[in-house]
């Protein structure tokens, strides 16, 4: 339990108790920095947070997930990123950045910390810890920050300090998840739709290749770098803010702009685009057979266009696409490893898990795990804390 651990690290109680989600992506990849429609909802996997205030400007963090760290203590007057204060970089982060905005807060906490997020599979852990952290701040102080700038200020510290330049849907999507609801949003203008997931006979299954994404963070950067040099090339013929905005004939008609990379990069941006605007009709229209080729021809796109799957995920798909009582499926997050999705008819998912795992651990030799995801609510005060271990 996570009290216990509390008690047993800090040697008092803890005050109160947190919990901030993951997330996955239903559709719309790899578009959140092209100005795009992303289709996400918070998971009810996540990560938790014991927290007792302190009355110096210590700040002094635990984690049950990297227990040979052990206490990693720093201060409110020295935030400066350092390698080796490890996973609190992201506390220091958001201490800082809210600290410029705040001076109000003159204190630090003791926090012990517990992720079920499976490290490294591409469910949001950061942002999941970014908004925890954020959480954790803004409810000792009262901070009067809206849930939008929440979002805001974790991607902030994932871009200026953590260094990882991505886009803004996962910290958006946890920030303002709700219960049993998918969020539309418009990455352009942060304009947002709540969207039902209401889903009787089926069920959306996730499912871990096992392949850590972390290393994938230099190629993120890169795919932004070429959607970037893509759109300055294009905007000399045509006029948009951002690769999304293009239509798919100007596309065409300026291939020769671009080189052949940059080419299917966009073409991977406008025709998700098009797909996520699609995919939120057949939802609210409960066609869910629609919403699945909607699924398939995403993942296709990301394979052969926007080149962010590889073997595991492509593994896991193909299998998955195969299965009676299968709608659709993809991955979801950034790519290169971490977790895929697929829609599974309910009476069909015992099947499905036990083919799509035995297809997976023959090709590539470990095994992935299934899970069946849970839409639940944005960062919030955990009353019932018996079952968080
Ligand atoms: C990561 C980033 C997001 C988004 C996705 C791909 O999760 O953090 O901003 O770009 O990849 O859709």
Same mark, same amino acid.
């Given at each position: 339990?996570?009290?216990?651990?509390?008690?047993?690290? =800090?040697?008092?109680?803890?005050?109160?108790?947190?919990?901030?989600?993951?997330?996955?992506?239903?559709?719309?990849?790899?578009?959140?920095?092209?100005?795009?429609?992303?289709?996400?909802?918070?998971?009810? @996997?996540?990560?938790?947070?014991?927290?007792?205030?302190?009355?110096?400007?210590?700040?002094?963090?635990?984690?049950?997930?990297?227990?040979?760290?052990?206490?990693?203590?720093?201060?409110?007057?020295?935030?400066?990123?350092?390698?080796?204060?490890?996973?609190?970089?992201?506390?220091?982060?958001?201490?800082?950045?809210?600290?410029?905005?705040?001076?109000?807060?003159?204190?630090?906490?003791?926090?012990?910390?517990?992720?079920?997020?499976?490290?490294?599979?591409?469910?949001?852990?950061?942002?999941?810890?970014?908004?925890?952290?954020?959480?954790?701040?803004?409810?000792?102080?009262?901070?009067?920050?809206?849930?939008?700038?929440?979002? @805001?200020?974790?991607?902030?510290?994932?871009?200026?300090?953590?260094?990882?330049?991505?886009?803004?849907?996962?910290?958006?999507?946890?920030?303002?998840?709700?219960?049993?609801?998918?969020?539309?949003?418009?990455?352009?203008?942060?304009? =947002?739709?709540?969207?039902?997931?209401?889903?009787?006979?089926?069920?959306?299954?996730?499912?871990?290749?096992?392949?850590?994404?972390?290393?994938?963070?230099?190629?993120?950067?890169?795919?932004?770098?070429?959607?970037?040099?893509?759109?300055?090339?294009?905007?000399?013929?045509?006029?948009?803010?951002?690769?999304?905005?293009?239509?798919?004939?100007?596309?065409?008609?300026?291939?020769?702009?671009?080189?052949?990379?940059?080419?299917?990069?966009?073409?991977?941006?406008?025709?998700?685009?098009?797909?996520?605007?699609?995919?939120?009709?057949?939802?609210?229209?409960?066609?869910?057979?629609?919403?699945?080729?909607?699924?398939?021809?995403?993942?296709?796109?990301?394979?052969?266009?926007?080149?962010?799957?590889?073997?595991?995920?492509?593994?896991?798909?193909?299998?998955?696409?195969?299965?009676?009582?299968?709608?659709?499926?993809?991955?979801?997050?950034?790519?290169?490893?971490?977790?895929?999705?697929?829609?599974?008819?309910?009476?069909?998912?015992?099947?499905?898990?036990?083919?799509?795992?035995?297809?997976?651990?023959?090709?590539?030799?470990?095994?992935?795990?299934?899970?069946?995801?849970?839409?639940?609510?944005?960062?919030?005060?955990?009353?019932?804390?018996?079952?968080?271990?």
């Amino acid at each position: 339990m996570l009290q216990e651990c509390f008690v047993e690290v =800090f040697n008092k109680e803890p005050e109160v108790i947190y919990f901030s989600p993951g997330r996955i992506n239903l559709i719309g990849e790899h578009i959140d920095y092209n100005g795009g429609l992303v289709f996400p909802c918070p998971i009810t @996997l996540g990560t938790y947070a014991a927290v007792a205030r302190r009355d110096d400007k210590t700040v002094r963090c635990y984690s049950k997930n990297f227990e040979d760290l052990g206490i990693i203590e720093f201060n409110l007057d020295h935030l400066d990123y350092d390698k080796k204060d490890n996973w609190t970089n992201y506390a220091k982060g958001v201490a800082k950045f809210l600290l410029e905005k705040y001076p109000e807060i003159n204190s630090g906490f003791d926090a012990v910390v517990y992720g079920n997020i499976p490290n490294g599979s591409g469910l949001s852990s950061s942002a999941s810890l970014e908004l925890l952290i954020i959480q954790i701040f803004k409810s000792l102080f009262n901070l009067p920050i809206t849930e939008v700038e929440a979002a @805001l200020l974790g991607k902030k510290v994932e871009n200026e300090y953590i260094g990882v330049n991505s886009g803004i849907m996962d910290q958006f999507a946890i920030s303002l998840g709700k219960k049993d609801k998918a969020i539309l949003l418009d990455c352009n203008s942060l304009d =947002f739709t709540y969207i039902p997931v209401d889903m009787p006979t089926t069920k959306i299954v996730i499912m871990n290749t096992n392949k850590r994404r972390e290393l994938a963070d230099s190629k993120y950067n890169e795919r932004r770098a070429e959607c970037e040099s893509a759109l300055a090339k294009l905007q000399s013929k045509v006029n948009a803010k951002n690769l999304c905005e293009i239509d798919l004939a100007d596309l065409k008609a300026n291939k020769d702009l671009l080189t052949e990379n940059e080419y299917k990069r966009a073409c991977h941006a406008i025709t998700e685009n098009i797909r996520t605007k699609a995919s939120a009709e057949a939802f609210k229209n409960n066609d869910l057979v629609e919403f699945g080729k909607l699924l398939n021809a995403s993942h296709k796109s990301l394979k052969e266009d926007y080149e962010v799957t590889g073997i595991e995920l492509d593994t896991l798909v193909a299998a998955a696409q195969e299965q009676p009582g299968t709608l659709g499926a993809r991955m979801t997050g950034a790519g290169f490893g971490g977790c895929s999705l697929a829609i599974v008819e309910n009476d069909k998912i015992e099947a499905f898990v036990e083919n799509v795992g035995k297809a997976y651990l023959d090709k590539i030799g470990y095994a992935a795990d299934f899970y069946i995801a849970k839409i639940g609510d944005g960062p919030t005060k955990v009353e019932d804390t018996k079952n968080i271990i």
